[in-house]
């Protein structure tokens, strides 16, 4: 029995070598079906119009192919490419997502994109000069803030026009009087407050403000006495 099995014991070893090989080789070059999520790339979008804030930014993407191949997508996933070229004017755009906006290997099919259609809103891109507005906090017990000034007093906003329409000024930072009170001054950046909105330039502003006494009541018995 020993005999038999040693018998041609090298062709043997050989032989299970290769077996093992072709297996390997096609287990992993079967093909297969997976689901790999990318990002969603906008390109030439118009200069004189923004997408609305219902931007998607990832897709899920049904591909079937080799294992090897879909290993390689899933790892180095490229985005799937709107083009919006051929935007001419604010409104509602359809975009289908087709093997033609994705960029995969060959041999590497799209069954289906999750979501298969991408619908945005583009608005007429429009700037607006607002005032500058400062917050103060932790106001000495006793003071007020009686003046303030902003330099610079305004600062521009660039947008979409139907949410830079309801925006009249903006505010800073909070100004801790605790720390500035002494200098009087205070160095704060402009916060837009909408997430559609964005400051054409750097939104730092310098703050000069005074303090003064609070006024106290006059006492009920002097009241009467000026009357």
């Known amino acids: 029995m020993m005999r038999l099995l040693t018998h041609n014991l090298g062709l043997k070893l050989l032989s299970l070598a290769l077996a093992f090989i072709l297996w390997l080789v096609y ?3 079967r093909e297969l079906t997976t689901a790999i999520s990318v990002p969603v790339q906008y390109r030439n979008i118009p200069t004189d119009l923004e997408i609305g804030p219902n931007l998607v930014e990832e897709v899920r993407l049904i591909v079937r192919g080799p294992s090897p191949l879909l290993s390689r997508v899933a790892a180095t996933p490229a985005p799937v490419i709107l083009d919006l070229g051929h935007v ?4 509602l755009t359809t975009f289908s997502i087709q093997r ?8 590497v099919v799209l069954e289906r994109a999750i979501p298969s259609q991408i619908q945005i809103r583009t608005e007429t891109r429009v700037t607006k000069e607002v005032s500058v507005i400062p917050v103060f906090e932790n106001i000495p017990e006793g003071f007020h803030v009686a003046s303030w000034s902003v330099s610079p007093s305004r600062l521009t906003l660039s947008g979409p026009k139907s949410r830079l329409d309801s925006i009249h000024s903006v505010r ?6 605790k720390v500035h009170a002494k200098q009087r001054q205070a160095v704060t950046t402009a916060f837009a407050g909408d997430p559609q909105a964005h ?3 750097w939104p730092q502003v310098e703050v000069r403000f005074e303090l003064a006494p609070v006024a106290e009541p006059r006492p009920a018995a002097v009241r009467e006495k000026h009357r």
């Open 88 to 91: 001419r004017r604010p409104g």
């Open 100 to 107: 033609s906006n994705v960029s995969l290997p060959s041999g």
């Open 199 to 201: 400051f054409t330039d």
């Open 27 to 29: 287990s992993g070059s």
């Open 172 to 177: 800073t930072d909070p100004i801790d009087l």
